[in-house]
């Protein structure tokens, strides 16, 4: 009988391990295939592709815009969102609800949004450049005075949106900041500005460290704002020159293979160097946590401050957007009586954008649905597979390589990889579905992965104890208890997808569009006022999204990115 | 029921150093008995009852639990939890908060099949058994701390498993309602007679509640014995700190007189000793009795003179504090004395019954001719 056991052990580890290599492999498949077809292609021919993209005089203008859009909008994103979290700390129970407000620059769409800049600040008739003109000492200007086509804008409006994610990395710092620290310092005479230069902000270092690479990194991988106000400048970023080398006669792939590696390398390296500091995630479980007190009193100042940051950067474009999409066309002075849904009209009546709404929602819904089950599976692996250390290890890197690899290497790398035989799926949706799963890795990973380590292991424990296997475990208990922490994953990665751009501008074709890349059609062909409907279509369909997610996963729920 | 065997069971986690949770360990738990494993934080208990449980996969060794197979670390058997016919009571309780009293309490018939026990009723019955049965169709979350803790006790027994494991179920409750829980599981257990291996670090809890208890050090079991043999003959000095004998008291033999470090002399050390040159007494605070010095010695007492510390009045006694060489000691004055005649920076005179104290050996081991079970040591 020993010997029975011993054999249907032996076949049942060995069964269990070639499962898992093979989802493994899967995974692989799906993360490295377009970055290795992208490296293949940009060294074919004795890396013509990086001789082309690296040969020409203008590269070093775009990489020099490329650092300065990334440290630029990361000091940016820095300040406010240090400055934001520290203000968030001192709201009065009353006011609690403003800490959702930074957030929103992730969930807003960066097309709506960096559009909805464009027409507050484009030189003439841009809405707030028009206001301005009023004043006494810039009424002889015709143009400005600010120009929303320039670096600096640039820079700026990416620094709003990456202050969001600043915001959440320390906020979560400063929970863990025991408040007697911070009381300590007040009774022995500090002021609340000497408490916060002299205790919060060193104790908040490695948060501000780790904070400022996310920033960074997504400050160099950043498409949307460059591509949608420098292009006509000819400012030029990396991802952008990028784009542009697949789209521009002559096209050449390989060229725009070979730009994206300064971005490749960068982004392995912080994904790795994390992978390294942060070391085996089943240690980090715990059982309960404590209560956080917030330190100091309510102060009425920082929910001043942290309302005036969201009206003028995040509800201003939003507001911008909504005039223009009731205008029949965009002028400094919008006339009010002209008003009238007739944009919104086209919007529905026009096949193309109709059909680009459906496939934004039906391709997010199939790739939320195909990466939560990853997700789970992944998330179990990560937490019980001690006994298949190596498969763990290749599995863990490569569902957070798109955190680091910029989706719009991403997007390059699946139009190579994906428009070949015998893998032919350009034009079809299953390729947007398969770019958006792959996006989407990193993220259902990891809500999925924390929500089951604050579980804990001791519900699992003791339904085993009770006699229950990993599956039933699983049905019974594990799956039940998660399901905020699913539905607010699900809710957050439809928001996400819902608004991706990026990777979709690469991989659409004319007849097979989604939300942003018909936006970015007509911002092309000039046609402002049906962009306007078409980006405040997509943050209501965004905000339906936060909503569940916020109703499944509780208030917190932005906050698990 | 069943009878569980631990043989040679280790079980090593990495580290720098490694730590060894279980070193060899072996041991034989009868049939309905139940067992105590008492030791300090870290001291492996919880590995033991993990292993198990089969939560925890140890190095080597060999489990059976009631005949069956559970462990065979040589040839690769190891069964997952579910197959082992166990129960388990969590420290945390871990009662799943989406689950009612019920459906908690059913989840081991349920996921064992055991259909018999759903129409049997034994859900009701095990309620019954610990109080809870009014609270079927409560949440968790509804519940105080001790009515969750009895939830977590009827679940780990309604399955009527053959071994039963507690793991510190007590220490999340406070004081009162841990002497409530304690008793009513001391009464379960002679009803139902259960096999439990139970983990704590609190002597008060596996005194009352044990059969054998079994007292760990650094992965290794130090002493194997009844609740009384423990307390009363703790086979090693660790032991018998642990058993309460905080007061230590090393001598030496000089000029025929047993003689503390700093010189002072101990009159009344037991002559059956069979001691080398040096010895470790270990006795009670509450079996130290300081009195004004002069006092005679009574026989079969041993006594040495110290210097009075602090006197701090305890009600129908004072606890003292004595000071002799550099060491301090914790002693008390005769009940019913009050202060005793004791003042701070007096020499008094400082006594315990040689059969309430314990003598051993400078390597910790507990020396033939103690007073109390001198007999058996000497075997």
């Known amino acids: 009988m020993a010997a029975d056991l011993l054999r249907n052990k032996a076949t049942g580890f060995a069964m269990k391990r070639i499962a898992l290599a093979g989802f493994v492999a899967l995974l692989g498949v799906l993360v490295l295939l377009p970055l290795v077809r992208i490296q293949g292609l940009a060294f074919a021919n004795g890396g013509q592709g990086y001789l082309d993209a690296f040969g020409r005089a203008a590269i070093w203008t775009t990489i020099r815009n490329t650092v300065a859009l990334a440290v630029g909008s990361t000091i940016v994103a820095l300040v406010f969102g240090t400055l934001l979290a520290w203000w968030a700390t001192q709201l009065s129970p009353r006011l609690q609800w403003l800490r959702v407000l930074p957030v929103l620059p992730i969930v807003i769409p960066a097309v709506a949004s960096v559009s909805g800049w464009a027409f507050l600040l484009s030189p003439r008739p841009g809405y707030i450049n028009a206001l301005l003109r009023n004043l006494p000492w810039w009424s002889d200007l015709r143009f400005g005075p600010a120009d929303i086509y320039s670096l600096f804008w640039i820079v700026a409006i990416t620094g709003f949106a990456l202050s969001a994610f600043v915001y959440l990395f320390v906020s979560s710092g400063l929970k863990n900041i025991n408040s007697e620290l911070l009381e300590a310092a007040r009774t022995s005479g500090a002021s609340a500005f000497g408490v916060f230069f002299q205790i919060t902000l060193p104790l908040l270092r490695p948060v501000l460290v780790y904070g400022g690479g996310v920033a960074l990194l997504l400050g160099l991988g950043q498409f949307t704002a460059p591509l949608l106000l420098g292009t006509n400048q000819g400012i030029t970023v990396l991802t952008t020159d990028m784009y542009f080398a697949t789209q521009n006669e002559p096209v050449n792939h390989a060229a725009a293979a070979a730009i994206g590696s300064p971005l490749l390398i960068f982004g392995l390296i912080m994904v790795f160097g994390q992978k390294i500091m942060l070391g085996d995630q089943a240690r980090y479980i715990t059982h309960g946590g404590r209560a956080f007190r917030p330190a100091g009193k309510p102060s009425g100042l920082a929910a001043a401050g942290i309302f005036t940051y969201f009206v003028v950067t995040t509800l201003a474009p939003l507001v911008s957007l909504g005039i223009l999409s009731l205008s029949p066309f965009w002028s400094a002075n919008p006339k009010w009586s002209a008003m009238s849904l007739d944009n919104f009209r086209v919007v529905f009546g026009e096949s193309v954008i109709v059909g680009a709404i459906w496939n934004s929602v039906t391709t997010s819904l199939l790739a939320v649905a195909i990466a939560l089950v990853i997700g789970f599976i992944v998330s179990v692996v990560t937490l019980r597979g001690r006994r298949y250390p190596v498969l763990r290890m290749l599995m863990d890197v490569i569902v957070a390589l798109p955190l680091g690899v910029p989706a719009v290497i991403f997007g390059v790398g699946f139009l190579l990889a994906y428009s070949t035989q015998p893998l032919m799926l350009y034009g079809s949706r299953w390729l947007i579905v398969i770019v958006y799963v792959t996006l989407m890795l990193p993220f259902t990973t990891r809500m999925q992965l924390s929500g089951m380590m604050q579980l804990g292991t001791a519900y699992i424990e003791a339904s085993r104890v009770c006699g229950a296997n990993y599956l039933k475990t699983d049905l019974w208990v594990t799956l039940p208890l998660m399901r905020s922490t699913l539905g607010g994953a699900a809710a957050l990665m439809f928001v996400l997808l819902t608004h991706e751009f990026t990777a979709s501008v690469l991989i659409r074709t004319p007849r097979n569009q989604v939300m942003g890349t018909v936006l970015f059609d007509y911002w092309g062909n000039g046609g402002y006022p049906v962009v306007a409907a078409i980006a405040l279509i997509m943050t209501g369909v965004t905000a339906i999204g936060v909503i569940m997610a916020m109703l499944l996963g509780g208030r917190d729920a932005l906050s698990r990115m | ?379």
Request: with cysteine; net charge neutral.
């Open chain 2, 1 to 379: 029921m069943a009878e569980v065997r631990i043989e040679g069971l280790h079980k090593e986690f990495r580290g720098k150093p490694p730590t060894v949770a279980a070193n060899n360990l072996s041991l034989t738990i009868g049939d309905g008995e139940f067992l105590v494993l008492l030791g300090p934080s870290g001291c492996g208990k919880t590995t033991t009852l993990r292993c198990l449980a089969g939560l925890e996969s140890p190095d080597r060794g060999r489990i059976t639990i009631g005949g069956t197979l559970a462990l065979d670390a040589g040839r690769g058997v190891d069964l997952p939890p579910e197959k082992r016919d166990i129960g388990m009571v969590f420290q945390s309780y871990a009662l799943w908060p989406h689950m009612t009293v019920r459906r908690n309490v059913e989840y081991p018939l349920r996921a064992r099949k055991l259909t018999r026990g759903l129409q049997e009723g034994w859900v009701e019955d095990t309620t019954k058994l610990v109080e809870v049965d009014g609270l079927l169709d409560r949440y968790p979350g509804q519940l105080s701390g001790g009515q969750q803790q009895r939830v977590a006790l009827a679940r780990g027994l309604v399955a009527r498993p053959g071994l039963v494991l507690f793991d510190e179920p007590l220490s999340n409750l406070d004081a009162r309602l841990r002497d409530q829980v304690r008793s009513q599981l001391h009464q379960l257990h002679s009803r139902l007679h259960f096999t439990a291996v139970f983990v704590t670090h609190d002597q008060t809890e596996a005194l009352s509640l044990a059969d054998r208890i079994a007292i760990m050090n650094k992965g290794a079991i130090e002493q194997l014995d009844t609740a009384q043999r423990v307390f009363e003959e703790p086979a090693t000095e660790y032991v018998a700190g642990f058993m309460g004998m905080t007061e230590r008291l090393p001598m030496e033999r000089r000029d025929g007189h047993w003689c503390l470090e700093d010189g002072t002399v101990v009159q009344g050390v037991p002559e059956s000793l069979r001691a080398g040159s040096s010895i470790v007494a270990r006795v009670r605070p509450q079996d130290t009795y300081v009195e004004p010095q002069g006092t005679a010695l009574p026989g079969g007492s041993a006594g040495f003179v110290a210097e009075v510390e602090d006197v701090a009045f305890a009600g129908r006694f004072s606890d003292v504090v004595v000071r002799v060489g550099a060491r301090r000691l914790q002693g008390r004055t005769l009940p019913g004395s009050g202060q005793g005649g004791l003042e701070p920076g007096r020499a008094a005179c400082v006594r315990f019954a040689a059969d309430r104290a314990a003598f051993y050996a400078p390597d910790g081991q507990r020396l033939a001719g103690n007073p109390v079970g001198g007999a058996r040591d000497g075997r």
